[in-house]
């Protein structure tokens, strides 16, 4: 039987584990809003009980990978639990290094708490003024040295509460005029991606979870970064690390079927198959994995296995509910200041 399902972090529909739509086993799962009770004084304990539930029934062998977009800013999930929050950009322009390892920090110390293991954070793209790209604030800074600073002080801080981060949205969406999840955006001078791509070269190793945006450059055309080896495993500027593609279901790869879709992204180096939005397209996902030969995604699944081996496991016991108050307070604190 395949077990090339296990290669798949997607989405599902279900605010609890007895309702969560989930089309296959997948290794991993990323939660939405869609997934979490906005009510602040219910949601955080439901979430919880959720994603204990899911390990249950699925992480009996190795740990789910249990991830959320939580950056902060515009991409916060836990907004309606928490408010409003700083993007990056702000952190970084008003308060430096210790904000924003500080803030890494309490994100993580909250996700742990709900049972997240990934935090697919921090973006590590150069700001460039244009939101409608949809990054925007979410980038700290035009300079990829100081790009890198805040994003390696947020990275420290997250990881430092046993939370994994993943550094996105390689080699760089710096500079596009397109949002990736509508089309496939255009980089067509090479200096730039160049640029873009440096700011990841100090903060990634093998060991780094590395998500891959749906990025058309002169390295990769006609593919998207995102499917071309040279672009990823392959890559010219030495980056090393785990690497997933961005959501397989967004508008930047929908030109390809998803037979290629899955056969580019692993023979791009690949361990994961990020796929979020719609059971439709997570069955596609899995059906086009499976159909493969299993020797092309062996190399794969060893890897993506490796990478949940450590990870913890939450424990079932229900959410500590003074310490979570505590942990809002803080983070509310914390915006005041800025």
Known sequence: MSTAHQLLWTGFRGLDASTADLVCAPGGLVLFARNLDPDPDLGPARCRALIAGLQARLGTDLPLAVALDQEGGPVSRLRPWVGDTPPLRRIWDRSGVPACAAWGRLWGEGLRMLGFNVDFAPVVDLWDGHPEAGIGDR?????????????????????????????????????????SHKGLPELAEAARVDRNA??????????????????????????????????????????????????????????WSWADRVRLALEAGHEWLLVCQTPEGTRACAEAAAALDPTATARALEAS??????????????????????????????????
């Open 139 to 179: 980038a700290a800074s035009p300079s990829p040295a100081e790009a890198a600073a805040a994003a390696g002080a947020f990275l420290h801080g997250l990881e430092s509460t046993g939370v994994r981060g993943c550094l996105k949205h390689f080699p760089g969406l710096g500079g596009t005029a397109l949002d």
């Open 198 to 255: 440096s700011a990841f070269v100090p903060l990634a190793h093998p060991d780094r979870l590395v998500m891959v945006a749906h990025l058309r450059t002169p390295h990769s055309d006609p593919l998207p970064a995102s499917l071309h080896r040279g672009s990823v495993a392959d890559n010219p500027w030495g980056v090393k690390g785990r690497f997933l593609p961005d959501d397989l279901e967004m508008g930047g790869c929908a030109d």
């Open 305 to 338: 296995r490796a990478m949940r081996r450590p990870l913890p496991s939450p424990d079932p016991a229900p959410l500590e509910e003074a310490a979570w108050r505590d942990w809002v307070a803080r983070v509310r604190t914390a915006t005041e200041t800025l």
